[in-house]
């Protein structure tokens, strides 16, 4: 049944051209389909299109309209090439809202620049900076995936439980490499560990022997690399195991990507790390869903992906029109309880509701609950690599 659904669902989102213009609502996905996590959002990009097909496919939306998808490219880590695409999707394509961005500057420069001047919603399902927690953004600005204050908390516990004390610390130079290493900094020394150094690297480079060589000469006992899979964060790794630096890495979630085990290989087993994840019933949903849609269905930010794109539309059926104002009023009522429950393939019911008048508490693939300001309170996978395999641990 739900190969069906996402059959159908695929035809719809595909046929939307077809619909007059007046039944269609633009809506936007701005993600980095080239840079550093271009890994990562070949599965984030189509789990969006795929709540958004999803709701085409119900025919329920606002008495029957139908949702045009417009992308475009964040880039990740340039901020002006991001805002252009976000200039041009809210005044040239009159997007009613956006699912992105994904790295947390260039979503930072989107939302400060081009959608609170314009009274547009942005939900990103991966921008985790602590620092956008306190952005001024006019109640437009919410995010599926939980800030890094606490992803720093989590990997410092997990390092604590096994017992390692010294750590040194290797991030990118961005407000997401910055913000996480701050907080797992932070938590780290409050448990009585020791970070031995901790030092910022840029993305890009083809040699990273000296950063390397300067977190070997502070030592530790492993290595933590807040970076990107398929930028410096592989570079970092590759060095120091070419040198034999480091052995052993802890990950932030942007180094969660298959392409990074295949490029550097068995040397990565018995290294770990976190990602924002769920146990819960709509993750295992969305991974059935998914499966065979795209490459890795159980992701990073591939559920939150979804979850972001859904409660755009929820939120436009709960306030009754695709103006951009009542869509920012209903994101956090139709996010939270009261009201039933709605997981992954439940979009047409959460829809039927709303439009009878009734309540929804949409919890979706990644146990969606936002806390203000538009936080997502979140939950995390450890893993491990055991045998070229990203295999949960335990989540916290």
């Known amino acids: ?23 269609e609502i633009n809506v936007g996905i701005i993600l980095g389909y080239t840079g550093p996590i271009e890994s990562l959002v070949a599965d984030m990009g189509p789990a969006a299109e795929f709540a958004f097909a999803e709701v085409n496919a119900s025919g329920l939306l606002l008495g029957g309209k139908t949702l045009n998808v417009i992308t475009g490219d964040s880039t990740c880590i340039d901020s002006a090439a991001a805002t252009a695409v976000g200039e041009k999707q809210i005044t040239a394509d009159n997007v009613a809202a956006i699912m992105g961005a994904d790295c947390s500057g260039v979503t930072g420069a989107i939302v400060s620049n081009v959608a609170v001047p314009n009274g547009v919603v942005m939900i990103s399902p991966s921008a985790t900076s602590p620092g956008l927690s306190t952005i001024d953004d006019n109640g437009l600005f919410f995010r599926t995936a939980p800030s890094d204050a606490r992803q720093g908390a989590v990997m410092a516990d997990v390092l604590n439980d096994k017992g390692i004390t010294e750590v040194a610390v290797t991030y990118t130079n961005n407000d997401y490499g910055k913000g996480l290493a701050d907080a797992f900094e932070a938590s780290f020394k409050a448990l009585g560990g020791t970070i031995t150094i901790s ?19 502070a030592g530790g006992e492993i290595l933590a690399v807040l970076g990107y899979a398929d930028q410096g964060g592989k570079g970092i790794i590759q060095a120091s195991l070419d040198t034999g630096a480091f052995d052993t890495f802890v990950m932030g979630d942007g180094m969660k990507s298959d392409s990074l085990i295949e490029a550097i290989g068995p040397d990565l087993n018995g290294s770990i790390g976190t990602q924002p994840g769920s146990d819960s019933d709509g993750t295992a949903m969305l991974i059935e869903m998914l499966t065979g849609t795209v490459g890795n269905p159980g992701g990073p930010f591939t559920a939150e992906s979804y979850d972001a794109a859904a409660l755009i539309a929820l939120a436009m059926q709960a306030g009754g029109s695709a ?14 309880a009261p009201g039933e429950v709605i997981l992954p393939g439940e979009l047409a019911k959460g829809l039927q509701i709303l439009a009878d008048g009734g309540e929804i508490n949409y919890e979706g693939a990644s146990g969606v609950e936002l806390i203000g300001p538009g936080e997502a309170a979140g939950s995390y996978q450890e893993y491990e690599i055991i045998d070229g395999v990203f295999e949960t641990q335990r989540f916290r």
């Open 323 to 336: 103006d951009r104002a009542s869509i920012a009023a209903n994101v956090m009522g139709v996010a939270n």
């Open 1 to 23: 049944m739900k190969k069906l659904l996402l059959s159908t669902a695929a035809s719809t989102l595909i046929a939307t051209s077809a619909f007059s213009a007046g039944h």
């Open 199 to 217: 030092a910022a690297h840029e993305d890009g480079k083809a040699d990273y022997s000296a950063e390397v060589g300067a977190l070997a000469s």
